[in-house]
């Protein structure tokens, strides 16, 4: 499936319209939201530096350590899967999708203290990726690949074969946008979002906890938001 061409970036101005529309629209509904999401694509963070990162469509801010949103079209998209298995392989999106699929309705939670509640995702658990590799003995740990080209996060072993761990290209039913990260995110429902990496390209097994790209810059390793979110139990 190949997304559409989404047309010619806005200008400057035209675009700080559309930040103050992006507002409203958390009050006047998804429909605007939709809309923003569409028309807002093209627009690369290093045209408007700190804009991005600030845009509210449906409630979420939209974050880029590269200066730009990545893109790959689904029908050329394909994951990685390696390091310490016995099986390695690349799957595509279309061989993903047509693995039996996991749902869950679970808030995001960003580190720096915004929620969207209940949403709805979609996508394989970890653990069953990992099944049809065959994780070695010596490996206890996973080290995740952005195709951004610069970041990269991690968990133990023991935490991705969570079953609230998944490898998501859904949201709210539909397909994952570029800016969510699409067309292929992690999605770890117990951690802070920074753990859920986006733009997915390798999932790597290793012998130990490679810190990601925040813990290297000072965020933890262990990204749990326990009780806090009112959902999901502290991690024991």
């Given at each position: 499936m190949t997304e559409p061409d989404r047309g010619a970036p806005v200008g400057r101005r035209v675009f700080l319209g559309l930040v103050g529309l992006g507002a409203a629209g958390v009050i006047v509904g998804a429909k605007v939201q939709n809309w923003?999401?569409?028309?807002?694509?093209?627009?690369?963070a290093k045209d408007f530096t700190g804009l991005t990162s600030l845009l509210p469509?449906?409630?979420y801010r939209f974050y880029s350590?590269?200066?730009?949103?990545?893109?790959?079209?689904r029908d050329q998209y394909t994951l990685e899967v390696k390091g310490l298995v016995e099986t390695p392989f690349s799957i595509s999106y279309a061989e993903l999708t047509a693995?039996?699929?996991?749902?869950?309705?679970?808030?995001?939670?960003?580190?720096?203290?915004w929620r969207v509640p209940d949403q709805h995702w979609t996508g394989v658990q970890l653990s069953k990726l990992l099944d049809r590799a065959g994780v070695k003995p010596e490996a206890t740990a996973l080290r995740?690949?952005?195709?951004d080209g610069e970041y990269t996060e991690s968990l133990?072993?023991?935490?991705?074969r969570r079953p609230d761990v998944m490898v998501a290209y859904q949201l709210e039913s539909k397909p994952l946008s570029r800016q969510h990260g699409g067309p292929v995110r992690l999605y770890v429902a117990p951690m802070y979002g920074y753990k859920s990496c986006k733009w997915l390209q390798t999932i790597e097994l290793t012998a130990r906890v490679e810190p990601g790209y925040?813990?290297?810059?000072g965020y933890d390793v262990d990204g749990w938001v326990g009780r806090s979110n009112g959902r999901d139990d502290a991690p024991t």
């Open positions: 923003l999401e569409q028309v807002v694509a093209p627009i690369e469509f449906g409630n350590i590269t200066g730009d949103f990545p893109h790959r079209a693995m039996p699929a996991t749902k869950l309705k679970r808030d995001f939670q960003c580190v720096t203290g995740f690949v952005s195709f133990t072993l023991a935490q991705a925040w813990e290297n810059n």
